[in-house]
């Protein structure tokens, strides 16, 4: 279920947005973050005072925003923490001028952009110089980049003073922080509330009102959410995010973020293949992770492009989670083979085109593995999420007779994959031995080959 709320406080200036949690108590974590996001602020004055932060259920290693994962220390659900959140905090923002925002791409592979200063007042550069690249032009100008990764040094060394402060001076009902690291460019705090543990990836980002010049034509295509929620709805802002492109300057280059939009769309995506998502991404996220291959955020993309490609009322149907589940395996062997995942936002951006041939294979044979008997695969993925329940549940039990939830467990989250999907699952492979249920192929036709290019794919 998708929440959300906008509060605001009129001392501060800061407003909240957030999307996809579900949950009435995290509402209370946000307002922590929001004082302690305050506190930051009033250190050095560098965060604008009247700002806008967006709270995502799930963490980055769920693929909710598009950042590099090879960076992040493992966590593990039951283990380290009982739910997770990112945040994006903007660092800057700025406003459009009522026509598309242009970025200067002249550096950067597709979906990237370095920010030059320039765009801002002089107030504004000031603050930021130490968080800045230096270029200095042959006519004696002087041109400040802004850099993702010295503004993720900043902002953890401030959120380590500000909670470094917090806990000289506990107050009854705030939570206890068990854990605060630097994951690359992103900042994950790990809370004790009550008998659960809370995991946030903070984010710094750079956001903009309106939409991107490079992503403009995107618009002009027909899309599955056409007549169920309106352009304004998405196309309302966007983000730079600090990660970089393959061969891209980390202490440059950040990377487009379209994480509010997304948020609306994945209101249109039917309950059967969010499930089907869900399931895949509990299967083979892990199993391609090493090496760098594949990210719960490509697949995310394929399911967006499925809902392109797929009549909504195929989409529709609430018992087709099984086929969706073998429609994603397929379309990724497909994406995997050819190198070629678009970017649903800039198409003619491919996040896969990096990729060796020898990566390709690896995890192809791997995919295949799946493919062949995805039931067992899948009933594996369970068992992992009702042991990570068990823990969590047993830790709760030791901490405090009173308990939250976890969103996880056994019968709470109606996203988490279940037996009866893999007895479904089993059923379809068995009828159907050697053939391709694929989400963008005809979904009424499964007689083509496994490994068939369709010209129409993207």
């Known amino acids: 279920m998708a929440v959300e709320w906008c509060g605001g406080d009129e001392s501060s200036g800061l407003k909240w947005e957030k999307s996809g949690c579900g949950c009435d108590w995290s509402k209370g974590q946000a307002e922590d973050f929001r004082l302690h996001s305050g506190m930051v602020q009033k250190l050095d004055q560098k965060l604008p005072v009247a700002n806008e932060y967006l709270l995502l259920s799930g963490g980055v290693r769920e693929g909710v925003v598009d950042l590099d994962l090879d960076e992040l220390n493992v966590y593990a659900r039951g283990t380290d923490y009982d739910m997770d959140f990112t945040l994006l905090v903007p660092a800057l923002k700025l406003h459009d001028r009522n026509q598309p925002v242009t970025l200067d791409m002249r550096h950067s592979a597709l979906c990237h952009s370095w920010l030059s200063l320039r765009l801002f007042d002089e107030g504004t550069i000031s603050k930021w110089k130490d968080c800045c690249t230096i270029v200095d032009h042959i006519n004696g100008a002087t041109n400040y980049f802004f850099s993702p990764t010295k503004v993720a040094d900043w902002f953890y060394d401030s959120i380590s003073i500000v909670l470094s402060e917090i806990q000289k001076k506990p107050q009854r009902g705030m939570p206890k922080v068990e854990k605060v690291e630097k994951n690359g460019t992103i900042i994950s705090i790990i809370l004790g509330v009550g008998s659960s543990r809370m995991l946030y990836d903070i984010v710094p980002v750079v956001s903009f009102k309106g939409w991107p010049a490079v992503a403009q034509s995107w618009l002009m295509e027909n899309h599955f959410w056409d007549g169920k929620i309106t352009e304004e709805e998405v196309i309302s802002g966007f983000y730079l995010v600090p990660a970089c492109s393959y061969k891209g300057k980390k202490d440059n280059e950040w990377r487009l973020s379209f994480a509010r939009s997304e948020v609306q769309l994945k209101k249109c995506i039917s309950s059967s293949l969010m499930q089907a998502y869900q399931a895949c991404k509990a299967i083979i996220i892990k199993l391609l992770s090493r090496p760098k291959a594949i990210s719960p955020y490509h697949l995310r993309s394929m399911m967006l492009w499925a809902c392109d490609r797929l009549p909504a009322n195929y989409l529709a149907q609430e018992d087709y989670a099984a086929h969706f589940l073998l429609g994603l395996i397929d379309d990724l062997q497909h994406c995997l083979v050819n190198k070629m995942c678009p970017n649903y936002f800039i198409p003619q951006c491919n996040m896969l085109e990096h990729l060796s041939e020898e990566t390709v294979m690896l995890h192809a044979r791997k995919l295949s593995s799946v493919r062949s008997d995805p039931a067992e695969h899948l009933r594996t993925a369970i068992e992992h999420v009702k042991a ?21 467990s056994d019968g709470g989250d109606p996203n988490q994959p279940d037996d009866r ?5 089993q059923q379809l492979v068995t009828e159907n031995p050697g053939k391709s249920i694929s989400v963008f192929i005809n ?6 080959p496994h490994f068939r290019i369709d010209d129409k794919f993207f």
């Open 421 to 425: 999907l893999a007895k479904k699952l």
């Open 388 to 408: 990570a329940n068990r823990l969590t549940l047993e830790l709760q039990r030791r901490g405090s007779t009173t308990t939250i939830p976890s969103p996880q």
């Open 443 to 448: 979904p009424d036709d499964v007689t083509r």
